[in-house]
């Protein structure tokens, strides 16, 4: 007798993926008609009077959903295995950046001491000027040019000179980048000569 596989299943007794998995492994002889799939089965095949055959079917049944079973288990066990291996990439990359902005932080933060220094050296030097200021003389640039000329510069050398001092940061040479003037502190400027 040829039926439909939910009838098979209802004759059977069996689900239907039951009866799917028997024409899988070659139990029940099936035909495909116009893309639907139709069950033989014997007389003798019903859920009132069992045949041997079925109960071997249902065992070799029971050992497949054993395997299936093991190797759904090995499957979340793989999967487990990649999962956790993400995560500790993850974190692993988590303290390598982590680790990076702590030592970025640390070289902000000497840039940072640095610079106060310095802006309190700048102060302190400052400060002492203006206490000697009393103390200081200063001189015009026309000046600062007839000294060097009396020691045989000429005005390309001494026009460099006042660069490299101002360059320098040579506390003689003052240079105002608002009225563009230059302020020289009195000296015996032996170092330029």
Request: charged share 35%; aromatic share 8%.
């Amino acid at each position: 007798m040829l039926v439909s596989t939910s009838e098979a299943s209802k004759i059977l007794g069996i689900s239907l993926q039951g009866v799917h998995y028997r024409i899988k492994k070659g139990l029940l002889k099936s035909k495909k008609e116009d893309g639907k799939i139709f069950v033989f089965i014997d007389k003798e095949q019903n859920t009132t009077k069992p045949s041997q055959n079925v109960i071997i079917n249902n065992d070799e049944l029971l050992k497949a959903k054993d395997e299936q079973i093991e190797l759904l288990k090995e499957h979340i066990s793989w999967m487990k295995e990649q999962y956790q291996s993400q995560i500790n990439k993850l974190e692993d990359n988590q303290d390598k950046i982590i680790d990076v902005f702590k030592s970025e932080i640390t070289l902000l933060q000497q840039a940072y001491h640095e610079m106060k220094d310095m802006h309190q050296i700048e102060n302190k030097k400052n400060d002492e000027i203006l206490k000697d200021e009393d103390n200081i003389e200063f001189m015009d640039i026309k000046d600062f040019f007839a000294f060097m000329k009396k020691n045989n510069k000429t005005k390309e050398q001494i026009k460099k000179i006042l660069l490299n001092q101002i360059k320098t940061n040579d506390n003689r040479f003052i240079y105002n980048s608002q009225t563009k003037e230059v302020i020289i502190y009195k000296s015996d400027f032996i170092d330029l000569i």
